[in-house]
């Protein structure tokens, strides 16, 4: 685990994103209308994404624990596919990239969980950075 | 969460892939020859998904708990894209695909964590599920 | 911790409750009505509870790890007040009435966490075991 | 989760209380005496408090992680009543309300796991917080 | 993680040891007297204790989660020698001796935690297997 | 828990150590030559220490949760007897020496995790603090 005792407390934000696609139009439905048969997808996979946020450093041996000072998922729609965002912010001396991935990562699964009955086809795509600010680096995807 | 009671145990396995594309081929060598700072990167993702997998209940709200009885860890270099495969085998009421497809978004998140201070340009892609067998109904990705 | 090893799987079945009181009807409308700022209380909570319920044992220092079959969460609003019903099965040598209970209680706390920026009243009640069956005695409770 | 990154770090305690409710003198006997098979009720059930405490934000989504600087837990024999008192100290940007009636609760939880063996009537009542310091807003329960 | 899905259920048992060595017998006085700061050592020792042998699989990666159905705490001591002895039993394919050592482990660090404000000279020593029933191989220790 | 809320920061550091000793000079050679059946001794072991330091006050019911800002593992061969070093250091109002003494016992016990198929005398010894700094009183062992 890398030494980090000499670097500054900054103000430290991360986004990421995971593509969650589903196989069919049916799918998009029932989620939106909250008929799918093991719950409210999005509230329970944001619950299970704020959690997994939390417990990224339990999961990853060389990931500092930092106080995770706030986490936002928001969700968006585009035909079959839906774009899972996930912000976190610290104020610390080491960056959010990874803890805003595993977030992302864990919405996406809770989402395959909760409809693998009712589809048989999803995928989970792109788990990546968006966008950093904060420490040496900022950053923006390009494609973004 | 769903009632399995009533479920008999079987055998059942799942494999789940994840791929890790990095930016050049300077971080496959810095793999293979274990010069990346961190630490030898294919053993320590590795036991980072053999926990992995075991703590997929803790961060699945419907997930049950069950006993992982095989999990297998597999990485397949192609040109600038590693493929993590993860295999994971149970005897119980319900199968093991999502326990397979977490544990290969941590062997992938990991690999991204140590390999970050190297190569800024990493991406994760198609989580899912290559083959599962036992249970009701068997399955296998007709591209694999 | 109790020596189990002799004793033979059967299934087990435990409902624990957990009331929790709100000072106002704006509460139990903005939990109705899904305005409640930090989201959906109520699956929210569900999540919370499904993943307590599982974490028993890491709280318990007495309580024998143990697959969780079922669980199942309601929610009956009477008045100013809310019954958290949690329902917990498993086919195993020891019962689940701990397990309900701590669902409840988290489900419960849950709840707390998230209307404590608009109601400052709230308080917990009555966490106790409603029903078990299985094992060597089933248990009614008289008054429910 | 709420956004805490503007905010500033103050001294903040919580004491939260749970109200053990037992069938019989016998029961509190036997606490007393630590006659109970499953061994010394009130010092096994501090260590679960202790640790329960600490894993307030992994059972909770919204809940902050946080730098818990002290916890004390006291118990009170009222007649077949034990009254739990948490008390938890940090200084962070948010309070420890839920951390200190998690605490409470876990604590209850285990007596109750403890002692079921030797009495089966057992009621886990009045999970609340009693008194918090700290932040924008104090608070003394006025029943107290 | 070794493939175990051939293997057949059989009772198994495992007893570790851990020896805590205190520097000066007013640290075993204060044990024995309970007037630790902290509390009680070997009863708080022992609920952490309990927690740790169910938390092995947590923390080591190849180790089979596994259905602890006994965990038993017991302490000797022999002038400033503290012997922790932890038994440990399944029935399931596997052993439980690292489930046993790991249980010592924790217990000895827990009271090296609890005593090092009042004896800075503790040490650890000694955690092995002493013996070992169930699996293709018996196991005694030959200088128990 | 002791109450440091009026503590001030420091830089502290804490290396502590354990012994691995082995029964044969073939389980040294599989070790170096990396072909214990279960994958690379000393670069999983690594990851198991690094998640098992920031684990300690989940096992631990009086230690402080408190930022990990590094920790360091290093092995030392010296005939049948592996040397287990880990140091870990925080900017924190306590100290790391139970940090630093449970993670060399997480390394040591995957040691013996992952070499008991090939050698079935391993024992673990000397788990204890060599060295710390900061906080009110620095410690050097003597005989180190």
Redesign the interface.
Known sequence: ?????HKSNT?RTAIAQAIVKVSSQETIDAIQNKTVP???VF??S???G???V??T????????????????IEYKIDGLEIKVLVTV?????TGV??EA??GA??V???M???L??ID?GI??????LLEKTGGKSS?KDKFR
Chains 1, 2, 3, 4, 5, 6 share one sequence.
Request: hydrophobic letters at 40%.
């Open positions: 685990m890398v030494d980090i005792t103000l093991k719950g409210d509230a329970m944001k619950a299970a704020l959690l997994g939390k417990k450093p339990d999961l990853l041996p060389d990931c500092h624990p930092l106080p995770i000072e706030y986490t936002g912010k610290t104020i610390y001396k990239e990874v991935m595993h990562s864990v996406a699964l809770n395959y969980d909760m693998k009955p048989k995928e989970l795509h792109h788990i990546k950053f």
